[in-house]
């Protein structure tokens, strides 16, 4: 009779044991399957902000591109001018203010140039010798102030070789996968 209730201790323990370890690898999986569906939850979320972002940034980044390089001085250069002189027109060099000496738009801080050999210029902040011609041009001088104390801002903040350098990866040609 000894005998009997050993075996059956031994298999109850045996049964237990299976039981306690299927359970405990059925509550990791289900966890793990949690875990999973929340992070694809997470991700997509994230995936939809972005194209949401995307989708309202694309018409300010496509109207950003297409300003030609003329465009982030204050003034460009017309070689096509035509001004009358001594009562017939001849050709001219023309300065016309730059579209962006108005001032950034909608969603721009601050248009910036920043040639590899200097510090960076901005439009809207022209210096001495533009200064004055832009406020002839109509430019309020509190519009050309701000934009000189954002450029000064941009410029304490950024040093030219430390952005070249952190975003050379990202330019770098990659091979297609």
Not at 11 to 30: K, P, Q, S, Y
Not at 122 to 139: D, F, H, M, T, Y
Request: aromatic share 8%; with cysteine; glycine share 6%.
């Amino acid at each position: 009779m000894i005998r009997w209730w050993l075996l059956y201790a031994l298999g109850a323990l045996v049964a237990v044991a299976a039981t306690a370890w299927i359970g405990a690898r059925t509550l990791r999986a289900e966890q793990a399957a949690a875990d999973a569906r929340a992070q694809a939850a997470h991700g997509e979320r994230v995936r939809l902000a972005l194209w949401r972002l995307e989708a309202r940034l694309a018409p300010l980044v496509a109207r950003e591109a297409a300003w030609p390089p003329a465009a982030f001085s204050p003034f460009i250069a017309d070689e096509g001018g035509v001004v009358p002189s001594a009562g017939e027109f001849c050709s001219s060099r023309v300065l016309l203010p730059s579209p962006l000496l108005a001032g950034p738009g909608e969603g721009v801080y601050l248009h910036i140039h920043w040639p590899a050999d200097g510090a960076p210029r901005s439009p809207e902040a022209p210096a001495a010798p533009w200064r004055n011609l832009a406020i002839k041009q109509g430019v309020d001088p509190v519009d050309i102030a701000t934009a000189e104390a954002r450029l000064a801002e941009f410029a304490q903040r950024f040093q030219r070789d430390r952005l070249v350098a952190a975003l050379r990866p990202a330019l770098a040609p990659r091979a297609l996968p």
